[in-house]
Structures are given as C-alpha cells and as structure tokens.
C-alpha cells in the first residue's frame, strides 16, 4: 500500500521569504499523481498544484512550484514570496493512475502546518 | 473547478442518534469520495460512492456504521449512525473531475457529538 510521509509537523516562514515543506512517499506503482492542497482555518481544502509523475518537468502555480524527484519519491513544495493568506495546514497527497485502476481516493500525509510571521 | 455543495456544515448530535450528510455536485461525475478528518488529524478515506453500485469501504469502516447512497452521479448522501464521541470529525465528500485527474472538496461538515 502505499503512504505518504510530512517529516515537518510546523513550519514558519518570514513574509515575503521562501520556505520548502517536505514530502516523500512509497509506492510500487509507475503511474501516479501526487498534489499539494491546503486548508485554512476555515477547512476548505485548496488543491495548491498537480504533479503526473510520468512528466519530467516539475510543476509550477505561480509563487508554489515543487521539486520532484521520481527516483528519491520526494515532493516537495517550494513557496515564494510568502504571503499572511499562505498561512494554513498543508496537506501532500498521493493517487494512483488511471492504468493501475484508478477508481482510489487519495492518500494525504499528516501535514504540515505553516505560520507566516508578518 | 467543481461546484460541490455540502450540508450540513456543522452540526452537534446525541450520542445514538445518525446524521445524514449530503453532497451535491455541479455537474456529472463518476466517483464521489467521503473523507474524515479527526481533530488535529490527516484526511483518512471512509469510502468510494459510484453510482449504480454498493459504494467500496476502506479498511476499518463498515457499512452499517456508514451507509453511503448514490442515486444518481450528481449526489451522494453519508450517514453516520449511532454516533459516540470518538465520531466527532469533520466528513468531507470530493469528488474526481473527469478527464482533470483533480480532486476538489465539499467545504466539510463539522460533527460533535456529546
């Protein structure tokens, strides 16, 4: 089965400043996809980015932009530019493709919760 | 992105009682999703709802404890029935948007129960 692992349980940035949270996940499968979504207090959750993990090039939103390392099963998210509405529980998660049956849920790590200090 | 309504956002229940959430979608969709997510927790998948069929349970939930219905692929309500404290969560459904392979969420409902 596969699992996703968030080794940072806070983490907390300067405004304006750049901050990586870490993600690394375990699977047998070649097909998948991993996101980061985000819940603020008001617990929605926020899909912040999209990772296919048959492409290369690492995926970019504007200031979120992620380092994905197939061979490590590393996803990291890179935020830039720190803002105070950045400021929430971040969520990493995994889901299996389409060829593997694709019918699963996803599978979220515990999360990291980011503090934006003014 | 999806339009998902979900109701109740919130609600405080008696222990032994049930409380039927509800989740409706903008469009057509395949697969709908019911989450938990305890106080401080991660979201843990309860089952899959696909219209048409007895929805797939996850290791650890059980269908009497949580009856899913799909009646059509717009809709899906979960119960929680005879609900106790450790039953206070929030219960989120999303859904798959197709041909995006993106997940989007209801807004949740927060359940108490004393």
């Known amino acids: 089965a596969q699992t996703v692992t968030q080794s940072q349980p806070e983490m907390s940035v300067q405004e304006a400043e750049t901050v990586t949270l870490s993600c690394t996940y375990d699977?047998?499968?070649?097909?998948?996809?991993l996101f980061w979504y985000k819940q603020p207090p008001s617990r929605q959750m926020i899909l912040v980015i999209r990772q296919e993990a048959y492409k290369q090039q690492n995926a970019t939103e504007n200031r979120f932009s992620v380092n994905f390392q197939k061979a490590a099963k590393s996803f990291s998210l890179k935020i830039s530019d720190s803002q105070l509405g950045d400021a929430a529980m971040y969520f990493c998660?995994?889901?299996?493709?389409?060829?593997?049956?694709?019918?699963?849920?996803?599978?979220f790590g515990k999360g990291t919760h980011l503090i934006i200090q003014p | 992105s999806a339009v998902i309504s979900q109701k109740p956002s919130r609600d405080i229940c008696q222990r032994g009682t049930s409380l039927t959430i509800q989740c409706q979608v903008d469009s057509q969709v395949t697969m709908m999703f019911w989450y938990r997510q305890q106080p401080g927790q991660s979201l843990t998948l309860i089952a899959t709802a696909n219209q048409g069929s007895e929805a797939t349970y996850e290791s650890g939930f059980v269908i009497d404890k949580f009856p899913i219905s799909r009646p059509n692929l717009t809709f899906s309500t979960l119960t929680v029935s005879n609900m106790s404290p450790e039953d206070s969560s929030i219960y989120l459904c999303s859904v798959v948007r197709p041909g995006l392979e993106k997940l989007f969420f209801g807004s949740g409902t927060q359940l108490s129960v004393l």
């Open positions: 699977t047998s499968e070649s097909d998948y996809y």
């Open positions: 998660a995994y889901r299996r493709g389409m060829t593997g049956g694709g019918a699963d849920g996803l599978t």
